[in-house]
Structure formats: structure tokens, C-alpha cells
């Protein structure tokens, strides 16, 4: 498993004074590229990135600003070309769970490719 | 059905040149909300307010700014506290279907309560 | 003068009920680029990049969630290689006044670099 | 002085591949408001709140997720009912330099109100 802390901001807050669940996602993919980019994905020039497929979230309890949170990243499959991760938020509790498939495209073209090494080797880690 | 247009923006586009992913969730809940404040909700000061429970989305095709995207909202499924919507972007063609889950709580306890009429009656026009 | 408008979304009113002060200028340089992509910017390719180096707001009424802003473009001073915008946003009153400066530098090296034609013909009619 | 580390997103970068300048923005508000949170200020339920009159920034070298930035908050100018702040984004250099006026006002009629005590001995000890 894979932990970050992610900082809240005011703006997460929504009318209803706690953070919008839109933000969720982009604490997933938070998490999800900083691995990636650990793992050696160059995000700026390499010629495989990683495109979002699909992905859910069940949330489970409120957060608010201020604060952070914790997102904890796992890969739940590893296929040739796709990945799918799963991935949990917590504060002093479970926030929300939720899973996001990437499918690794070639940046010019956008076909699917294979995920490239060293990126595969480190995804594994996370089984 | 109930349709909206969303213009984008410009940080709408990430590093890969296209919307991001997170964002195709932010024109589920503007269209949903949009419907909902149409209908009677009072997301300032009313008693009862929608709460996401869940949500989900597959992504078609990648659509970049700047233009708009159209949001068609439909309601999958109508219970006593709970609604579930299908929604789908659409540029040229279908760019991402998904499903969304409020649960409308007591805006001071958050504890569940029916959904209020006349909200119900304007989402039952939508199934 | 440029005008667009730009539909609000859900999660841009804050905990307070209105659009976030931070948005406004999301609408500053979507207004922006917008006019820079149809005089001919490449965004995605071209060598040419337009980065901000200084902005500023005066906020002037507030605006909520639904709805939608118009936002009006002018040129306030055309250089070689910089551009100083003025912005105004409007719903059935004056929302904001601001101005926006982008310096134009060379995608690769991000060394300042003149204008390209012809975004400078494009920018001249707004002045 | 004030500081926070926020910690940076995979959204903040936009198609030019640094955080784009508007989420530059967000950390302002975000060092504010969590100074005034911790100075007492109750955003939920407060009979005063304060509402963003003018901002400015100006942009000295860009950044790029992943990582963080360090935002540092002074008090420029403590007026009866408003405040200007001045603010500093850090990382391994100075990013960006802001000014900030934060109008407090009563939550219901709007109308501007006296800086609460303690919120007004918190600012001054930052001046």
C-alpha cells in the first residue's frame, strides 16, 4: 500500500459546508499519479500515459476543511495494457472507497500500449 | 430527459491537453443540482438537501477546451430518500455515461428524510 | 470587444453560498484564451505560449450557482512580447474588474519570445 | 508570520504542465482562512464572515505537481472591518507574492461589520 497526504483547501468546501465529493476524485488521481511519477512516468515527455477509464466512489462519512486527508492506493489488477487501482480516504475514520481504471495510451496516438517497465514492476508492488 | 449546457474552461484541460477526468463528475452534480433548485430545492436555507452517496463514470472519448459539453439527465431509479441519476455528456458524440446517488438528509441532523415534495414529483417526470 | 459567457457550475459557491473568489479569475483566463485559440494560438503544439505574470480583481458583487456570467475582453496595452488585459464580469449587474498580463515565451526554453502574427493583428482589435 | 504547506494536485497542472494561475488563488484563501479558523472564526455558523473585496498576485517562477508549496501569511493592514494580507508562496524559491482584502460582514444582512475579537488580536499579532 501506498499512503499520501493531501492538504485541504477552502474552496473543497461546498454549500453544504464540507468538502464537495467531486474533490474525491482528485485525491484519487492525486495519489494514483504520484506513484506513477515515483515509479519513473514522465507526465511531461514519455511517450506512454495513463488515461482514465472508469472509475466509482462510495463515500462514506464527511470531511471538511481545514484539515487533510489520507488517500491509500492498491492495485487490485494488473493487466497488460490497464490498471486498476484501488484506493481509500480517511481522516480519524473511512471518508470513502473507491476504484479508477487507467489504460496506458500512446501520447501521439492514443492507442492503448503495453504499460512500460520500470512503471509495471512498481504497480505490482502495490498487489 | 433534462438537458444543459456546460461551457468549459481553460484549467479544465490537464497536462495531457484534455478535460480531466474529475471534472466530468462536476458537470454530473451541476446538472443534477441545476434540476434540483428548478424543482423547489433551497440549497441555502431549506431543510432538506441531496448528499452524494455515490457515483460512478465511464469515459468514451476525451473532449478539450475550449467548447461545451451538453449534460442529459435522466433518473434511473426513485425511492423514498434516495434518487439514483443517469447521466451522459455529449459533445459530437458520447463522451462519458455515469450514475449518481443522493440521499437527501436533514440539513442540521444529516440524518436521511423523504424527499420533499414538490422535488419528487419533478424527479419522477424524469424516469 | 470579447465577450463569452460562462455557465456556473455546483462546487464553484463556497461555504458562504456564492462563487469563490478563486473563480473569477479561472473566468479571466478562459475569456482569455478563448480569444487567443480562434486568433490562431496552438495551445497543445505551438511554439508560442502565453504565461500569466501578473493578475488582479476587484470584486464588486457576488453571483451564485445556477446561472451564468458574461465575460467582456478588452486589450489594454499591446507590447512586444507581453499583453495587459482588462476583464469584466457581468450578470444583470457589474461583477468584477480585473486585468490579467500573459508574457509570450518559447514553449521549450520559457524565454520570453514576441507575439506571433497573427495573434498580434487578433489582440490589436481588442484595444 | 504564518506559514502552511499545502500539498499540490494532479489537476493543479495545466496544459503547459506547471500549476496554473489561478490555483495560485486557492492557496491564498487557503493560509487566510485556516489562520482565521484557528483565530476563531466560525465559517459555519458565525454571525461574521469575511468575503474577498480585491486580490492581486504577482507570478515569479512556476511549479509543478507533485509536491508542495509553502504559503506565508503576513497582515499588510488591519482597518476596523477589513484586513489586507500579504502573501508569499515558497518552494525551493520564491514562487509568487500576493495582497489579499478580506471585508467582514454580517452573515445574513451582508452589511459590513466590525473584525471580531479574538479574530482581531490573532490579525494584529501578525502585522
Not at 465529493?21 to 512516468?41: A, P, Q
Not at 480519524?92 to 509495471?120: C, K
Request: one cysteine or more.
Amino acid at each position: 500500500m501506498y499512503t499520501r497526504a493531501i492538504t485541504l483547501r477552502w474552496k473543497d468546501n461546498d454549500v453544504y459546508g464540507h468538502v464537495n465529493n467531486v474533490e474525491y476524485y482528485s485525491f484519487f488521481d492525486t495519489v494514483i499519479n504520484e506513484y506513477l511519477i515515483e515509479s519513473g512516468l514522465d507526465i511531461h515527455n514519455g511517450t506512454a500515459i495513463g488515461l482514465c477509464a472508469e472509475s466509482h466512489c462510495t463515500f462514506k462519512a464527511p470531511v471538511a476543511f481545514p484539515g487533510q486527508v489520507e488517500a491509500r492506493l492498491r492495485v487490485d489488477h494488473l493487466g497488460s495494457s490497464s490498471v486498476r487501482y484501488a484506493i481509500e480516504l480517511h481522516s480519524d475514520r473511512l471518508l470513502a472507497e473507491g476504484w479508477f481504471v487507467h489504460v496506458f495510451v500512446d501520447r501521439e496516438t492514443r492507442q492503448s500500449t503495453p504499460i512500460p517497465e520500470p512503471i509495471r514492476t512498481c504497480l505490482a508492488q502495490l498487489s
